[in-house]
């Protein structure tokens, strides 16, 4: 009946790069606003599926499908949505389209813009082709409701993920991808031998048959064991904390686009196996685990915000950042009850859109400056380049988890979580995680203020000249003392008078509509000469955020402050899905 | 008393021999020259292809095993020990499936012969002639069905290869290649006919039926004393001397130096890269599926009743063929010593599902030992599940085997077609294919990812999942855990090898030479069939599921 649905949000972007690959030619002219159809088309789609979906039932499978694939190994290809796995569709979906509006909206001299032709091959066709499967392959993983399936979706993102950091990377990209890829192979091979465990002792490879069935048929060791063996795949893409390493290099070798990408949805994939597979399927299993997937958790929270601390680069702190965040997601996991559970969705959701928006402004900054080395980068960026510091301004505050933005609920109902872990788990030890992971989050603000104070405020340093100031300053986002003259002291002082609920307020108020309205306003191409630079640049002039980075970041602030200010729009979904799925435990 | 034969049975490598003469007649009275060099090959072609369809004539009819060859009625009591049916010849579902993967292999190998042959330089009458006869061997092989017919056939196999490799005269490093492959397979031979004469001397009789029988205990051997006459400290199962442990070992370390398992492996990569490039993909896919073929009847239809003997030599073999074969083509730079090791290390995961035989069979004996025999059935079930086991295991090999060999010979002749071009044939001399020969790319990046077992080449991934799987279900735990480790090993070259092809290059020399379309014909077979097994295994799987030959 809506069993086209998943299938169409499949076919779509495959069909456009099987496309691409028949009749390369024909499209070439096309390229630009070809990539961008495609995923708006796939786009719509998951639109009309978040419009269709009966929020009555969101712990029901819908627009399910299910048909034999493989009868030989029992294979079906069973797709359906449900509440845990619907926000996260409308995530991928929503940041591939962004993604193509950043490459295809810009003019020739705008930055990190792939899709045009240039000295030196920066390859369009292929570019656009990989994005695709990609798209494929992440929206799959999410649909798939069968063990060996999922798997497949799960494994044909890696090969366009590792061609896009190969092929479009920095400098360092091919050890980056090589270890990327190595990495998350040897994960998944272990998941493999998992999931075949699974399916040696259940005989089954269906995943709702197998949460139904809460595990029974696997005697606790194997259970222990199956969920050690997906654990571990699930973790190396998560990614958790001892299996993290190949995260920075990725993400800071990866292009924009692909850094995006891998925060905002790759890194997803592996949260979701947990709730999917090892924690439904194998709940005895994850009951043993669970307080060694929380150490190991908060151990990640706390690490990456030393890393942090320790980063120069902007790129590679907000990968490390990433680690801690995806250790509170972590711990909701361990604590194996609905609230953790349901923070550890919401956090997973939340991190997609926020670490996706903080990575799209890092790719902006080092295609800027040539560098997003943050000593390099001098500071007063809300001097030189008001837009784009405010907007980095904030995505930071809302990754550091201030109230009323979305970062907040998650990493609260993680930590709440923790205070009253499911029966049978050792709650003092769940205590101390909570106390860890709450130093953790006092952490996170740490350094991402280090990282503001550093980058947005203070003199710019770099900056000799700063003519057109005023007038964008004016027109930019009002609140912050924008006049390059201002002392780093002050300014500073000026941000901890400023409560944090004073900025929600000041938030809405300076609606990103707005913004956009006034960009609108100007003519496009119009070069916003904020200032020029000296040294690393060659003396280039910077521009402030161009029309097209804008339509691809205004999405992202906007769901940032409607998950935030309305967290109760996920939390309703992934709540009985979530209760269903825990059935076992609770 | 006259022989009966059924001619219809054995149509396929009668054919396949008459048109070998035919080629060597049309060679001896055709004026030599190009075009007589590309009828030989039409020739050939043809008579593969007539072969082929009566493989899939007999596999229509359908109608079980025919057999022919055999013991007459009259003989069978006085002669046999056991009252099993003595054929020499059969043809079942395992025949046909090895006859079918060796012909279509055969199309792709003719067709690559004709690229190679193309050049001049190398005879064609005797080329095409040595290749139909390896052919004969390879289709020969499957159906047979006692000790002499496997070894005449085996050696049918691999006397024309070493020939082969040796055609491209005045090239030292192929004269290397063919002496190098001369003796190993001789001393491979005289190894597996002195275990052969062992195993014979114990059962009385060369049928794998009858040696079966006596095997496990069900009839009495012949050659063997009162159990009192041997030492009992190599006591082989069901109270048989120690000399059919020996026996049995010998055999299986002929095999093994035809299908290149550590530790008879050494020989593999330099034959691969001395020998014409259609020789080293005829090696790597039909002379090893004929050997897999050969090693299976073997073990699983002679000797079944010694499982608990050759099972475990089968795993370590196994384990130590994909670890060494994938470890080693990490250090290569020529792109055929890098297939050589390759499928070096494919002939592990192809091994390692029949060493868990044994252990299927074992736990379904005994449930109460295993870790958590939740799963395993009753005890009354039990015999039904080990040979449920066996077939499975056997289905597991022959399946990886059909897919590896479409994935396989796609990615030889992508090879090939670059041999033209390139002399040396590195690693090096792929950068930045897909710019200048796109579909040549894609179809190679396309077959290195199915033998890593990467989507979107799916049918090397199910092919891996059904060994796995197997693996796992056998409880041979570690058995999966080094073939974890070992994709993820294979994975760096495959994928390595694929990131070249992307790599931008600096433009290459000119002088290059066209391909034959006959090159691109073989490539379009291997990947149309490789992509046919990823979007539809169950084309093979189906078709393996029943192929354990009883």
Same mark, same amino acid.
């Given at each position: 009946?809506?069993?086209?649905?998943?299938?169409?949000?499949?076919?779509?972007?495959?069909?456009?790069?099987?496309?691409?690959?028949?009749?390369?030619?024909?499209?070439?002219?096309?390229?630009?606003?070809?990539?961008?159809?495609?995923?708006?088309?796939?786009?719509?789609?998951?639109?009309?599926?978040?419009?269709?979906?009966?929020?009555?039932?969101?712990?029901?499978?819908?627009?399910?499908?299910?048909?034999?694939?493989?009868?030989?190994?029992?294979?079906?290809?069973?797709?359906?949505?449900?509440?845990?796995?619907?926000?996260?569709?409308?995530?991928?979906?929503?940041?591939?389209?962004?993604?193509?509006?950043?490459?295809?909206?810009?003019?020739?001299?705008?930055?990190?813009?792939?899709?045009?032709?240039?000295?030196?091959?920066?390859?369009?066709?292929?570019?656009?082709?990989?994005?695709?499967?990609?798209?494929?392959?992440?929206?799959?993983?999410?649909?798939?409701?069968?063990?060996?399936?999922?798997?497949?979706?799960?494994?044909?993102?890696?090969?366009?993920?590792?061609?896009?950091?190969?092929?479009?990377?920095?400098?360092?990209?091919?050890?980056?991808?090589?270890?990327?890829?190595?990495?998350?192979?040897?994960?998944?091979?272990?998941?493999?031998?998992?999931?075949?465990?699974?399916?040696?002792?259940?005989?089954?490879?269906?995943?709702?048959?197998?949460?139904?069935?809460?595990?029974?048929?696997?005697?606790?060791?194997?259970?222990?064991?199956?969920?050690?063996?997906?654990?571990?795949?699930?973790?190396?893409?998560?990614?958790?904390?001892?299996?993290?390493?190949?995260?920075?290099?990725?993400?800071?070798?990866?292009?924009?686009?692909?850094?995006?990408?891998?925060?905002?949805?790759?890194?997803?994939?592996?949260?979701?196996?947990?709730?999917?597979?090892?924690?439904?399927?194998?709940?005895?299993?994850?009951?043993?685990?669970?307080?060694?997937?929380?150490?190991?958790?908060?151990?990640?929270?706390?690490?990456?915000?030393?890393?942090?601390?320790?980063?120069?680069?902007?790129?590679?702190?907000?990968?490390?950042?990433?680690?801690?965040?995806?250790?509170?997601?972590?711990?909701?996991?361990?604590?194996?009850?609905?609230?953790?559970?349901?923070?550890?969705?919401?956090?997973?959701?939340?991190?997609?859109?926020?670490?996706?928006?903080?990575?799209?402004?890092?790719?902006?900054?080092?295609?800027?400056?040539?560098?997003?080395?943050?000593?390099?980068?001098?500071?007063?960026?809300?001097?030189?380049?008001?837009?784009?510091?405010?907007?980095?301004?904030?995505?930071?505050?809302?990754?550091?988890?201030?109230?009323?933005?979305?970062?907040?609920?998650?990493?609260?109902?993680?930590?709440?979580?923790?205070?009253?872990?499911?029966?049978?788990?050792?709650?003092?030890?769940?205590?101390?995680?909570?106390?860890?992971?709450?130093?953790?989050?006092?952490?996170?603000?740490?350094?991402?203020?280090?990282?503001?104070?550093?980058?947005?405020?203070?003199?710019?340093?770099?900056?000799?000249?700063?003519?057109?100031?005023?007038?964008?300053?004016?027109?930019?986002?009002?609140?912050?003392?924008?006049?390059?003259?201002?002392?780093?002291?002050?300014?500073?002082?000026?941000?901890?008078?400023?409560?944090?609920?004073?900025?929600?307020?000041?938030?809405?108020?300076?609606?990103?509509?707005?913004?956009?309205?006034?960009?609108?306003?100007?003519?496009?191409?119009?070069?916003?000469?904020?200032?020029?630079?000296?040294?690393?640049?060659?003396?280039?002039?910077?521009?402030?955020?161009?029309?097209?980075?804008?339509?691809?970041?205004?999405?992202?602030?906007?769901?940032?402050?409607?998950?935030?200010?309305?967290?109760?729009?996920?939390?309703?979904?992934?709540?009985?899905?979530?209760?269903?799925?825990?059935?076992?435990?609770? | 008393?006259?022989?009966?034969?059924?001619?219809?049975?054995?149509?396929?490598?009668?054919?396949?021999?008459?048109?070998?003469?035919?080629?060597?007649?049309?060679?001896?009275?055709?004026?030599?020259?190009?075009?007589?060099?590309?009828?030989?090959?039409?020739?050939?072609?043809?008579?593969?292809?007539?072969?082929?369809?009566?493989?899939?004539?007999?596999?229509?009819?359908?109608?079980?095993?025919?057999?022919?060859?055999?013991?007459?009625?009259?003989?069978?009591?006085?002669?046999?020990?056991?009252?099993?049916?003595?054929?020499?010849?059969?043809?079942?579902?395992?025949?046909?499936?090895?006859?079918?993967?060796?012909?279509?292999?055969?199309?792709?190998?003719?067709?690559?012969?004709?690229?190679?042959?193309?050049?001049?330089?190398?005879?064609?009458?005797?080329?095409?002639?040595?290749?139909?006869?390896?052919?004969?061997?390879?289709?020969?092989?499957?159906?047979?069905?006692?000790?002499?017919?496997?070894?005449?056939?085996?050696?049918?196999?691999?006397?024309?290869?070493?020939?082969?490799?040796?055609?491209?005269?005045?090239?030292?490093?192929?004269?290397?290649?063919?002496?190098?492959?001369?003796?190993?397979?001789?001393?491979?031979?005289?190894?597996?006919?002195?275990?052969?004469?062992?195993?014979?001397?114990?059962?009385?009789?060369?049928?794998?039926?009858?040696?079966?029988?006596?095997?496990?205990?069900?009839?009495?051997?012949?050659?063997?004393?009162?159990?009192?006459?041997?030492?009992?400290?190599?006591?082989?199962?069901?109270?048989?001397?120690?000399?059919?442990?020996?026996?049995?070992?010998?055999?299986?370390?002929?095999?093994?130096?035809?299908?290149?398992?550590?530790?008879?492996?050494?020989?593999?990569?330099?034959?691969?890269? #001395? !020998?014409?490039?259609?020789? =080293? @993909?005829?090696?790597?896919?039909?002379?090893? /599926? %004929? *050997?897999? $073929? +050969?090693?299976?009847?073997?073990?699983?239809?002679?000797?079944?009743?010694?499982?608990?003997?050759?099972?475990?030599?089968?795993?370590?073999?196994?384990?130590?063929?994909?670890?060494?074969?994938?470890?080693?083509?990490?250090?290569?730079?020529?792109?055929?010593?890098?297939?050589?090791?390759?499928?070096?290390?494919?002939?592990?995961?192809?091994?390692?599902?029949?060493?868990?035989?044994?252990?299927?069979?074992?736990?379904?004996?005994?449930?109460?030992?295993?870790? #958590? !025999?939740?799963?395993?059935? =009753? @005890?009354?079930?039990?015999?039904?599940?080990? /040979? %449920? *086991?066996? $077939? +499975?295991?056997?289905?597991?090999?022959?399946?990886?085997?059909?897919?590896?060999?479409?994935?396989?010979?796609?990615?030889?002749?992508?090879?090939?077609?670059?041999?033209?071009?390139?002399?040396?044939?590195?690693?090096?001399?792929?950068?930045?294919?897909?710019?200048?020969?796109?579909?040549?790319?894609?179809?190679?990046?396309?077959?290195?990812?199915?033998?890593?077992?990467?989507?979107?080449?799916?049918?090397?991934?199910?092919?891996?999942?059904?060994?796995?799987?197997?693996?796992?279900?056998?409880? =041979?735990?570690?058995?999966?855990?080094?073939?974890?480790?070992?994709?993820?090993? +294979?994975?760096?070259?495959?994928?390595?090898?694929?990131?070249?092809?992307?790599?931008?290059?600096?433009?290459?020399?000119?002088?290059?030479?066209?391909?034959?379309?006959?090159?691109?014909?073989?490539?379009?077979?291997?990947?149309?069939?490789?992509?046919?097994?990823?979007?539809?295994?169950?084309?093979?799987?189906?078709?393996?599921?029943?192929?354990?030959?009883?």
């Amino acid at each position: 009946m809506t069993g086209w649905l998943p299938v169409a949000l499949l076919a779509v972007p495959l069909l456009g790069a099987l496309l691409l690959l028949v009749s390369p030619t024909v499209l070439r002219p096309w390229l630009r606003v070809y990539g961008l159809v495609v995923s708006g088309v796939a786009l719509v789609l998951a639109v009309v599926m978040v419009a269709t979906f009966d929020y009555g039932q969101a712990a029901r499978p819908q627009f399910a499908i299910d048909r034999e694939w493989i009868p030989g190994l029992g294979i079906h290809f069973h797709l359906a949505v449900d509440g845990i796995s619907l926000p996260l569709i409308a995530l991928t979906a929503l940041l591939t389209f962004l993604c193509f509006v950043y490459l295809s909206w810009g003019d020739a001299r705008g930055p990190g813009q792939l899709l045009r032709p240039r000295a030196g091959g920066a390859r369009p066709r292929a570019l656009v082709f990989t994005l695709l499967v990609l798209e494929v392959g992440m929206i799959g993983t999410f649909l798939a409701l069968d063990l060996l399936l999922f798997f497949v979706f799960f494994e044909i993102v890696l090969i366009p993920m590792y061609f896009l950091i190969a092929i479009w990377g920095g400098k360092g990209r091919r050890g980056a991808s090589i270890k990327f890829i190595l990495y998350t192979l040897l994960g998944s091979v272990v998941m493999l031998l998992g999931l075949l465990l699974v399916w040696a002792r259940t005989g089954t490879l269906d995943i709702v048959a197998l949460g139904q069935a809460h595990g029974a048929g696997m005697p606790r060791a194997v259970q222990i064991l199956a969920f050690v063996a997906i654990g571990v795949g699930l973790a190396v893409k998560t990614p958790m904390w001892p299996l993290h390493t190949w995260l920075p290099d990725a993400h800071t070798e990866a292009p924009t686009v692909g850094s995006v990408l891998l925060a905002g949805v790759l890194l997803k994939m592996g949260t979701y196996g947990f709730a999917r597979i090892a924690i439904p399927v194998l709940p005895e299993g994850a009951a043993a685990v669970a307080p060694w997937l929380g150490a190991f958790a908060v151990v990640g929270i706390v690490y990456g915000a030393l890393a942090c601390l320790a980063q120069r680069d902007l790129k590679r702190m907000i990968a490390y950042s990433s680690v801690g965040h995806m250790g509170f997601v972590l711990l909701g996991f361990a604590t194996l009850t609905t609230v953790g559970v349901n923070g550890a969705l919401f956090a997973n959701v939340a991190h997609g859109l926020i670490t996706g928006l903080l990575f799209f402004l890092a790719g902006a900054i080092k295609e800027r400056y040539g560098t997003a080395d943050m000593r390099a980068l001098g500071g007063g960026m809300l001097a030189t380049l008001p837009h784009l510091g405010s907007v980095l301004t904030f995505a930071a505050i809302a990754s550091l988890g201030v109230p009323g933005l979305a970062g907040f609920w998650g990493e609260m109902l993680s930590l709440f979580g923790a205070f009253q872990p499911a029966a049978g788990l050792p709650r003092g030890l769940f205590l101390t995680f909570m106390v860890i992971g709450g130093l953790g989050a006092v952490l996170t603000a740490a350094y991402f203020l280090v990282m503001l104070s550093r980058v947005t405020h203070g003199r710019p340093e770099r900056a000799q000249a700063i003519p057109a100031v005023a007038r964008s300053g004016a027109s930019g986002v009002g609140g912050w003392p924008s006049d390059g003259s201002a002392s780093p002291d002050s300014e500073r002082s000026g941000w901890a008078g400023e409560s944090p609920d004073s900025e929600r307020a000041a938030w809405p108020g300076e609606s990103p509509d707005s913004e956009q309205a006034a960009w609108a306003g100007e003519p496009p191409d119009s070069e916003r000469v904020t200032g020029t630079i000296e040294g690393g640049a060659g003396g280039r002039v910077l521009r402030d955020i161009q029309g097209y980075e804008f339509a691809a970041w205004v999405p992202l602030i906007v769901l940032i402050l409607l998950f935030g200010l309305w967290p109760k729009l996920l939390l309703s979904l992934t709540t009985p899905a979530v209760q269903t799925l825990l059935g076992a435990l609770s | 008393m006259i022989q009966q034969i059924d001619y219809s049975v054995i149509a396929v490598p009668l054919v396949l021999a008459l048109v070998a003469g035919l080629v060597l007649m049309l060679d001896a009275f055709l004026p030599s020259g190009g075009r007589t060099r590309t009828g030989l090959g039409l020739v050939s072609l043809a008579g593969v292809v007539v072969a082929l369809g009566f493989v899939v004539a007999q596999a229509v009819r359908g109608d079980g095993a025919r057999a022919t060859f055999c013991v007459p009625e009259s003989l069978a009591t006085a002669a046999g020990p056991g009252s099993e049916p003595a054929c020499s010849f059969v043809v079942d579902r395992f025949t046909l499936i090895f006859a079918g993967l060796v012909l279509v292999a055969g199309v792709v190998v003719v067709l690559m012969s004709m690229t190679q042959l193309a050049g001049g330089g190398i005879p064609a009458g005797e080329w095409y002639f040595l290749l139909l006869c390896t052919l004969v061997g390879a289709v020969t092989l499957p159906a047979s069905r006692d000790l002499i017919m496997l070894v005449v056939a085996l050696e049918l196999v691999s006397l024309p290869v070493f020939a082969l490799t040796a055609l491209k005269r005045y090239d030292g490093r192929s004269s290397e290649a063919a002496v190098k492959l001369f003796l190993v397979s001789v001393v491979s031979t005289a190894v597996m006919l002195f275990g052969v004469s062992l195993l014979y001397g114990i059962a009385g009789t060369v049928y794998l039926s009858r040696l079966a029988a006596v095997f496990s205990g069900k009839a009495p051997a012949p050659g063997v004393g009162a159990p009192e006459t041997y030492s009992s400290l190599l006591v082989a199962a069901h109270g048989l001397p120690g000399v059919v442990t020996v026996g049995l070992v010998l055999v299986v370390a002929g095999f093994a130096f035809k299908i290149a398992v550590v530790p008879f492996h050494a020989w593999a990569a330099d034959v691969y890269q #001395g !020998a014409p490039i259609p020789v =080293a @993909a005829l090696l790597s896919v039909i002379s090893k /599926a %004929a *050997g897999f $073929a +050969g090693l299976i009847l073997v073990l699983v239809t002679a000797l079944p009743g010694q499982a608990s003997t050759w099972s475990p030599i089968i795993a370590v073999v196994a384990a130590l063929t994909m670890t060494v074969g994938n470890l080693l083509a990490m250090r290569q730079r020529s792109a055929v010593r890098l297939l050589a090791w390759s499928s070096v290390a494919q002939s592990g995961y192809i091994l390692a599902p029949l060493a868990v035989t044994a252990q299927t069979g074992a736990m379904a004996a005994a449930p109460g030992l295993t870790v #958590g !025999a939740g799963a395993a059935g =009753a @005890a009354g079930a039990a015999g039904a599940a080990g /040979a %449920a *086991g066996v $077939a +499975g295991a056997v289905g597991a090999s022959v399946a990886y085997l059909v897919i590896y060999a479409a994935m396989n010979l796609g990615a030889f002749a992508v090879v090939m077609l670059m041999s033209r071009t390139t002399a040396r044939n590195e690693l090096d001399d792929y950068r930045g294919l897909a710019f200048r020969s796109p579909v040549a790319a894609i179809a190679l990046a396309f077959c290195l990812i199915c033998l890593a077992g990467l989507p979107p080449g799916l049918a090397g991934l199910f092919a891996k999942v059904v060994v796995f799987r197997q693996i796992v279900e056998g409880g =041979a735990g570690w058995l999966a855990v080094v073939m974890a480790v070992n994709t993820v090993i +294979g994975l760096y070259y495959y994928v390595f090898w694929t990131a070249r092809l992307f790599t931008p290059a600096e433009p290459v020399p000119a002088g290059v030479r066209r391909a034959l379309p006959a090159a691109w014909v073989a490539v379009g077979i291997a990947v149309v069939a490789a992509l046919l097994f990823s979007v539809a295994p169950q084309l093979v799987l189906g078709m393996t599921s029943l192929s354990a030959s009883g």
